[in-house]
């Protein structure tokens, strides 16, 4: 059913927007993935999401322990229309939530912090399997829970007076830095799937289609009928 759907809104948008969403499929990923936690900067997070579009990866995880997130659209550049924003904000531990998910799916939470155990950033191994980049808040960093449930950390080498970047730097730092690597490494298999390929893209076509909810709608009348 999506794959006739996705064909029937196909119809609906001109073959050079039509090569762009393509285009961009396929240069996108979830071997990495971002985790924002308890960012009070609506402009910090923003900034995250609008590099995470720009490098390809998909999914954001946003928890919202204490402080919540709502898009600031002029630092974005509607960037968020393209990616998935998972909020978490419903559980007295939203932050334990997310991880379990995160687990669950496969992924090594990679706290990032310096740490004792830490591994800088040219020295990740990006080989062992999917990794969720997480981010702490702007002043203390991350939560006490995310440092008990880190599967590893991982740090900027810095060779200045100032302690750290700013979050919004550091996150595209790093999606910088792992996205090439991990698109130059012919032993990662970085790529969607053909189902989250479908799912992505059908995302994309809502979000381009001026009245996408109309237009799937009629295609359900019209599937019925045939049916």
């Given at each position: 059913?999506?794959?006739?759907?996705?064909?029937?809104?196909?119809?609906?948008?001109n073959?050079?927007?039509?090569?762009?969403?393509?285009?961009?499929?396929?240069?996108?990923?979830?071997?990495?993935?971002?985790?924002?936690e308890?960012?009070?900067?609506a402009?910090?997070?923003?900034a995250?999401?609008?590099?995470?579009?720009?490098?390809?990866?998909?999914?954001?995880?946003?928890?919202?322990?204490?402080?919540?997130?709502?898009v600031?659209?002029?630092?974005?550049?509607?960037?968020?229309?393209?990616?998935?924003?998972?909020?978490?904000?419903?559980?007295?531990?939203?932050?334990?939530?997310?991880?379990?998910?995160?687990?669950?799916?496969?992924?090594?939470?990679?706290?990032?912090?310096?740490?004792?155990?830490?591994?800088?950033?040219?020295?990740?191994?990006?080989?062992k399997?999917?990794?969720?980049?997480?981010?702490?808040?702007?002043?203390?960093?991350?939560?006490?829970?995310?440092?008990?449930?880190?599967d590893?950390?991982?740090?900027?080498?810095?060779?200045?007076?100032t302690?750290?970047?700013?979050?919004?730097?550091?996150?595209?730092?790093?999606m910088h830095?792992?996205?090439?690597?991990?698109k130059?490494?012919?032993?990662?298999?970085?790529q969607?799937?053909?189902?989250?390929?479908?799912?992505v893209?059908?995302?994309?076509?809502?979000?381009?289609i001026?009245?996408?909810?109309?237009?799937?709608?009629?295609?359900?009348?019209?599937?019925?009928k045939?049916?």
């Amino acid at each position: 059913m999506e794959e006739q759907l996705i064909e029937y809104l196909c119809q609906f948008v001109n073959d050079d927007r039509l090569r762009l969403l393509y285009k961009n499929l396929e240069n996108r990923t979830r071997y990495l993935t971002i985790v924002l936690e308890d960012i009070y900067q609506a402009q910090n997070a923003s900034a995250v999401v609008r590099s995470a579009d720009c490098f390809g990866i998909q999914d954001i995880h946003v928890i919202e322990n204490r402080n919540t997130f709502d898009v600031d659209r002029e630092v974005s550049m509607g960037a968020s229309k393209w990616v998935h924003l998972i909020h978490y904000n419903n559980e007295w531990n939203n932050t334990q939530m997310a991880l379990s998910r995160l687990k669950n799916e496969g992924y090594r939470i990679i706290a990032t912090s310096p740490h004792t155990d830490d591994v800088s950033l040219e020295n990740f191994d990006l080989r062992k399997g999917k990794a969720a980049l997480v981010f702490g808040t702007e002043l203390t960093g991350i939560s006490d829970v995310i440092k008990a449930n880190a599967d590893e950390f991982l740090r900027i080498p810095m060779y200045g007076f100032t302690e750290s970047f700013n979050i919004s730097v550091s996150a595209a730092i790093i999606m910088h830095h792992l996205t090439w690597r991990m698109k130059n490494d012919p032993m990662i298999k970085w790529q969607l799937n053909n189902d989250e390929r479908g799912t992505v893209l059908l995302h994309w076509l809502k979000k381009t289609i001026r009245e996408s909810e109309l237009l799937e709608k009629n295609f359900y009348e019209l599937y019925g009928k045939r049916q």
